[in-house]
Each structure stands twice: as C-alpha cells, then as structure tokens.
Nanobody, 119 residues
C-alpha cells in the first residue's frame, strides 16, 4: 500500500519559516519525481515546485527564492523549506509522487497539511 504523509504545517506569522515533510512508503522512492502543491480556499490547486529523481528542482515564480525543495532518498522523505512566508502562502500543502516508465504513469498524493500565515 502506497502512502504519502505530510507533516510540519501550522500557524506562523508573516516573515516566518516552516519546513514541511513528506514521508513515503510502498514505493521505490528514489525513482519518483516529488512535487509540492498547494490549494488556498476558493482557488485551484497550484504547483509550488518539484524535485526530480536526479534532485533537479523547479519552482513556481511565486515562491522562487523563498522556498526550497529537497529530498532524502534513504529516509524516503521530501522536504519543503518555506521562508519569508506571507499571508498569500496560506493553503493546504500536499505532496505528489509521480513516475513515468514504459508508457505507464504511477501517481500518488498525500492528504495535505495546513499552513496558515498571519499578518
């Protein structure tokens, strides 16, 4: 059974930092591209950033320079380090693991963790 479990969310003041974790089980973690997404109330889910199996990262313009994604394959964990948080960063943050191989895509989601940034 595949599981992705996020943790580390909470309430933080504007300008503060948080680090989210996403622990995977049931998959060959090192083969997967990990993505962090967020969804604010009343808005569509948006991609925050990704880290490939080769640890190449990519970020949305809205978080570039403030957020950092990393991974620890031995611990089957992906991280989202968030700094200089602003109220507009308030959302449910979810991790995603995807692998495309031989024409077959495997795609898994975590349940999400709430991040609330106060003024």
């Amino acid at each position: 059974q595949v599981q992705l479990v996020e943790s580390g969310g909470g309430l933080v003041q504007a300008g503060g930092s948080l680090r989210l974790s996403c622990v995977a089980s049931g998959i060959l973690f090192s083969d997967y591209t990990l993505g962090w997404y967020r969804q604010a109330p009343g808005k569509q889910r948006e991609l925050v950033g990704t880290i490939s199996s080769e640890a190449m990262t990519d970020y949305s313009d809205s978080v570039k320079g403030r957020f950092t994604i990393s991974r620890d394959n031995a611990r089957k964990t992906a991280f989202l380090q968030m700094s200089s948080l602003q109220p507009e960063d308030t959302a449910v943050y979810s991790c995603n693991a995807v692998r495309k191989r031989f024409g077959l895509e495997r795609n898994y989601w975590g349940q999400g963790t709430q991040v609330t940034v106060s003024t």
